[in-house]
């Protein structure tokens, strides 16, 4: 997340945010200047900076104006399914909306966001720190569901985490490639099947 304060009401910031988004989606994280930046929002630099530490944590925080992160918004969605024992509907959720959801603005700026963090250690960073934020409510939905029987107990629940990241930034690519993406009926039916697989053994039958 981005390590400066944020508060609450301020326009300035968030003409600047809308402007950010809408630069960084046109040229790129590389060309995108912050003078751009500021003379698209009607302000000098200053108050970029006044905001922001600089380009890599106006990205971030552009990210997060514009586009929530898939399993943020199923974590505000089925919070309560997850504590009632009902964590693998959240899992399952998470397969369904990466085929129906659009390749959109702040999906492009997170693209953007990969890429430039090769070449970016503070943008890296900042990336890190959201995908361990992540992980970290995720990993709190897996353990619900091995507590509840959904899912084996057995499983590592790390690697259940990076399958599910590896999943939705896979989409991510297809999307900015414009590739085909299946039907929502027989991807949850796939997805289904997998969660199927990977639940707990039934008991043998008593004799």
Same mark, same amino acid.
């Given at each position: 997340?981005?390590?400066?304060?944020?508060?609450?009401?301020?326009?300035?910031?968030?003409?600047?945010?809308?402007?950010?988004?809408?630069?960084?989606?046109?040229?790129?994280?590389?060309?995108?200047?912050?003078?751009?930046?500021?003379?698209?929002?009607?302000?000098?630099?200053?108050?970029?900076?006044?905001?922001?530490? &600089? $380009? =890599?944590? *106006? /990205?971030? !925080?552009?990210?997060? +104006?514009?586009?929530?992160? #898939?399993?943020? %918004?199923?974590f505000a969605e089925y919070r309560t399914?997850?504590?009632?024992?009902?964590?693998?509907?959240?899992?399952?959720?998470?397969?369904?909306?990466?085929?129906?959801?659009?390749?959109?603005? &702040? $999906? =492009?700026? *997170? /693209?953007? !966001?990969?890429?430039? +963090?090769?070449?970016?250690? #503070?943008?890296? %960073?900042?990336?890190?720190?959201?995908?361990?934020?992540?992980?970290?409510?995720?990993?709190?939905?897996?353990?619900?569901?091995?507590?509840?029987?959904?899912?084996?107990?057995?499983?590592?629940?790390?690697?259940?985490?990076?399958?599910?990241?590896?999943?939705?930034?896979?989409?991510?690519?297809?999307?900015?490639?414009?590739?085909?993406?299946?039907?929502?009926?027989?991807?949850?039916?796939?997805?289904?099947?997998?969660?199927?697989?990977?639940?707990?053994?039934?008991?043998?039958?008593?004799?």
């Amino acid at each position: 997340m981005t390590n400066v304060s944020e508060p609450i009401g301020d326009p300035t910031r968030d003409r600047l945010l809308a402007a950010a988004g809408e630069v960084f989606a046109e040229k790129g994280y590389d060309r995108a200047g912050v003078q751009e930046i500021a003379r698209r929002a009607g302000f000098t630099t200053g108050a970029i900076y006044g905001r922001f530490r &600089g $380009k =890599a944590d *106006l /990205l971030l !925080a552009a990210i997060e +104006a514009q586009s929530q992160h #898939e399993f943020d %918004e199923l974590f505000a969605e089925y919070r309560t399914k997850a504590s009632e024992g009902q964590a693998t509907e959240v899992l399952a959720s998470v397969g369904s909306h990466l085929v129906t959801d659009e390749f959109d603005n &702040g $999906k =492009a700026l *997170l /693209l953007e !966001a990969f890429v430039a +963090a090769r070449r970016e250690p #503070e943008l890296a %960073e900042m990336l890190r720190q959201i995908m361990e934020d992540q992980e970290r409510d995720l990993t709190l939905l897996i353990d619900a569901a091995k507590r509840s029987g959904g899912l084996d107990e057995q499983l590592d629940s790390f690697s259940v985490v990076r399958f599910c990241h590896a999943l939705a930034l896979g989409f991510l690519l297809f999307g900015a490639l414009g590739l085909d993406r299946p039907d929502p009926a027989p991807w949850e039916e796939l997805i289904d099947r997998l969660i199927d697989a990977v639940a707990p053994e039934a008991p043998p039958p008593e004799a």
